[in-house]
């Protein structure tokens, strides 16, 4: 899914920081998602839609992630008009991805994963070993004595955005992981972040 504004641009949450209060819900049981925003009534999309009828619709819509073009449908002006009330953005649109268009990591693995419309890869990881290594070495982010060292930690791991947060014994650990597991789920390692 992507959020699109009336020139083709995907939003992000850099940007548009108010992305941040949308809150998509899946609801399995009807096969929709389900968005809400404060004090806006939510809107309910189907999760499938039919590619075929799309196609005949001429709804198919591009954008670039990352520099890649990507292929998506467009979900409707129901969705569109309430995602540019939300944000106060006019001309906005809601694209849910080609089941044909499949991204892949540019890395050099193997049989990459495809990454949807993720930047890089569908998991972050971070360590706040590391990024407590990383705020040693940003004078600035030291020269701030009302802000506890927990709470400097804290703010500085959610600038990059992270999915999985991990402490390991050492800094910069993590570069030398070929795989994390969570209980049964293995990760592979697809390599440092290249925008962090």
Not at 26 to 48: A, H, R, V
Not at 105 to 115: C, L, R, V
Not at 186 to 191: I, L, N, P, R
Request: aromatic share 6%; net charge negative.
């Amino acid at each position: 899914w992507m959020i699109v504004s009336s020139n083709g641009t995907a939003l992000t949450q850099k940007n548009e920081t108010k992305l941040c209060l949308i809150r998509p819900e899946i609801c399995d049981f009807n096969k929709t998602m389900k968005l809400s925003f404060p004090y806006m009534d939510s809107i309910q999309i189907p999760l499938e839609g039919n590619e075929n009828q799309s196609r005949k619709g001429a709804n198919l819509c591009q954008s670039k992630v990352c520099g890649d073009h990507v292929q998506g449908f467009d979900c409707g002006d129901p969705v569109a008009e309430w995602l540019s009330e939300a944000l106060c953005i006019d001309g906005l649109r809601l694209l849910r991805q080609s089941e044909e268009d499949q991204r892949t990591s540019k890395t050099k693995i193997k049989n990459a994963q495809s990454i949807s419309l993720t930047n890089q890869a569908q998991f972050l990881l971070i360590n706040t070993k590391s990024v407590a290594w990383l705020i040693d070495k940003v004078t600035e982010w030291n020269d701030q004595p009302e802000i506890s060292v927990a709470d400097r930690l804290e703010g500085v791991v959610d600038r990059f955005r992270g999915n999985l947060i991990v402490e390991s014994n050492m800094e910069l650990d993590e570069q030398n992981w070929n795989s994390i597991q969570i209980g049964d789920i293995k990760f592979m390692a697809d390599g440092p972040c290249v925008r962090c």
